[in-house]
């Protein structure tokens, strides 16, 4: 096993001597994977294989043997502080919530509700339209595919319409209840995420027309997944949980790709055993910033066999979608019939850049990506190499001015809102000149250096901000972001104005905002969730683990019209090629 590093952090030091107490002896194999367990949790990952930790077989038994008997490791079902499940070691809670999330989730896609199948195809004609007998309507297949089943994924790119099929899903569903008989959550994992999703089902819902006589019954409230589950102030638990169930026949989650193992696991469990639930993401984009990868997990259980015939035939009597390769019923994991991919992209058309770069990154094709790359402007795209430390700012200041002047000659909070949201520099690092920090500063002192902002003391008029908490109190959560201006309503004095899906804009004292930071610049990571006109993406000049294929085309997606990307070949070409993999064991699991 892997010796002790430098990179272990002091939590990992702490975890292993508390193990190594416990089990009555001060190192050896317990202390090695005790601290390689904590710092793979710390990094995303659910557990540790011991396979990737010991030079063969024979070393992984021994090691196996070695930890059970410290009498701090146990097998599945035991309550010990680590889990040794095959050659996987969990930390017993992640354990915990993994195999019950499996179950919950199995449960679910293997239960039938009835439907009323003449009402469900007439109702799929009037939001749907007629078949296309061209191409296959995958949000026709997804519609049914909710209607019947307790547990669907819906996963597509940006501009794939999940949030138009959900709200379709959501009208069928009323109407086989009989239109006031379904009680319908809707839930993001943050308050950005859930604010667009408010918007969105808004749109989606105006869009409907007269299409169903259910329309104005569909809900347009979103709650995070937290405010949902209730928190309780400074503890960890929820209201609701196994024993005090949620009131909802259905449960919708947007943004699904950001919700972490822990989140997921303890939302399932609150949630009836017969309400239906829905995922709806981009399963290609980054992972939760937190341990797991649980709708990346879900998706990669896809039937190489495809649908059963069983689905296959009620595909084709409610949606008059023909599927193909189903012929045979032989045996196919438990989700086989539960996800459902959106392929046509309403946004990026053939003609995309952004469309066409999203998809070669995702495929992992380099070579055309930069070849993509390299035709630039009238795509969409424009492509350089990430400049020199010395002539960083000097690069950098006709970027921003050209994106942030906008919204800094205008004085209503409202449009001063929706101007700087149609640009935003994005990060694949936190910290240095290339991250975050370094970029943030950089843009005040050009901006301020054209006469654009006086940063003269923290709060000054322009400044945008992001919280990185969430206050309930408030109702600002962890990734809205507000712009300071004068306060209309007390001279001299400045209020930072948020977006309010149902005030419009709310304002809120400085002095109130909860734990924030400037945003000209945020990570890509902070980014999901939200879309902007137009991105600058910018890599640093050097290799970094934290480069991958995900990040990538996270970032490059949240661009409507035009994307920018600072990155030298070498290093664009080694983060295409580079993948995350999240060690879990969910994904065996769902695979029955």
């Known amino acids: 096993m892997a010796t002790e590093t430098s990179e272990y952090r002091e939590i990992d030091y702490r975890f292993a001597d508390f193990l190594c107490s416990l089990a009555r002896t001060e190192g050896g194999d317990l202390r090695r994977a005790a601290l390689r367990l904590s710092s793979a949790v710390g990094q995303g990952d659910i557990c540790l294989d011991l396979f990737n930790e010991a030079e063969d077989g024979e070393e992984c038994d021994r090691l196996a043997a070695a930890l059970k008997a410290s009498g701090v490791v146990g097998s599945p079902g035991e309550y010990v502080p680590l889990v040794l499940d095959d050659s996987r070691l969990y930390l017993y809670r992640y354990w915990k919530y993994e195999s019950e999330l499996a179950e919950k989730i199995i449960k679910k896609a293997a239960h039938r509700n009835p439907v009323d199948v003449p009402l469900l195809r007439d109702g799929i004609i009037r939001l749907f339209g007629p078949v296309d007998d061209g191409e296959t309507d995958w949000q026709r297949i997804a519609a049914a595919a909710a ?90 638990r929820f209201r609701h949980h196994e024993d005090n169930l949620l009131p909802y026949d259905v449960v919708v989650v947007d943004e699904a790709s950001m919700v972490a193992l822990p989140l997921m696991a303890r939302l399932v469990a609150a949630m009836a055993p017969e309400a239906r639930l829905i995922l709806l993401g981009d399963r290609d984009q980054l992972a939760s910033v937190e341990a797991g990868a649980v709708l990346g997990d879900i998706c990669d259980t896809e039937s190489p066999d495809g649908f059963s015939p069983e689905f296959c035939r009620f595909i084709e009597d ?114 240095g000149r290339y991250g975050v920090t370094g970029l943030n500063m950089a843009i005040e002192r050009i901006l301020a250096e054209k ?54 804009v709310r304002k809120v004292s400085p002095l109130r905002v909860p734990r924030h930071e400037t945003v000209f610049a945020m990570t890509v990571h902070k980014s999901q969730g939200s879309e902007f006109d137009e991105i600058l993406l910018v890599a640093p000049p050097y290799e970094s683990p934290v480069l991958t294929r995900e990040l990538l085309y996270t970032g490059i997606t949240r661009a409507r019209t035009a994307a920018g990307l600072w990155c030298a070949e070498e290093i664009f070409s080694a983060a295409v090629s580079r993948r995350i993999e999240r060690r879990s064991g969910l994904r065996k699991a769902l695979k029955g």
């Open 318 to 431: 409610t949606a008059g979608e023909h599927l193909e390769g189903a012929e045979t019923d032989a045996p196919r994991p438990p989700l086989a019939d539960s996800l459902i991919f959106l392929r046509k992209n309403f946004r990026f058309g053939s003609g995309s850049g952004i469309g066409a770069l999203s998809r070669a990154v995702n495929d992992g094709e380099a070579d055309a990506a930069l070849a993509i790359l390299r035709k630039g402007g009238a795509s969409g795209l424009t492509w350089r190499e990430t400049p020199s430390v010395e002539t960083l700012e000097q690069t950098l200041a006709s970027e921003v001015v050209a994106g942030y002047v906008s919204y800094l000659s205008r004085d209503d909070p409202a449009e001063v809102l929706a101007a700087f949201d149609r640009f935003r520099v994005l990060c694949a690092v936190r910290k």
């Open 147 to 236: 209607v019947r089943s307790g547990f669907t994924v819906i996963s597509g790119g940006p501009g794939t319409g999940k949030t138009s099929t959900v709200v379709k899903i959501i009208a069928l569903l009323l109407e086989q209840s009989g239109g006031d008989g379904m009680r319908v959550a809707l839930t993001a994992p943050t308050g950005k995420a859930a604010a667009r999703l408010k918007e969105s089902i808004r749109g989606a819902r105006e869009q409907l027309a007269d299409a169903t006589p259910v329309k104005d019954l569909i809900p347009e409230e979103v709650a995070t997944i937290h405010r949902l589950l209730g928190v309780i102030p400074g503890s960890h």
């Open 451 to 504: 006469g654009l902002i006086t940063p003269n003391s923290g709060w000054y008029r322009g400044r945008p901000v992001m919280v990185t908490v969430n206050d309930y109190a408030l109702r600002l959560f962890n990734g809205d972001v507000g712009i300071t201006l004068p306060d209309p309503d007390n001279p001299g004095s400045l209020a930072v104005f948020f977006p309010s899906a149902g005030e419009g």
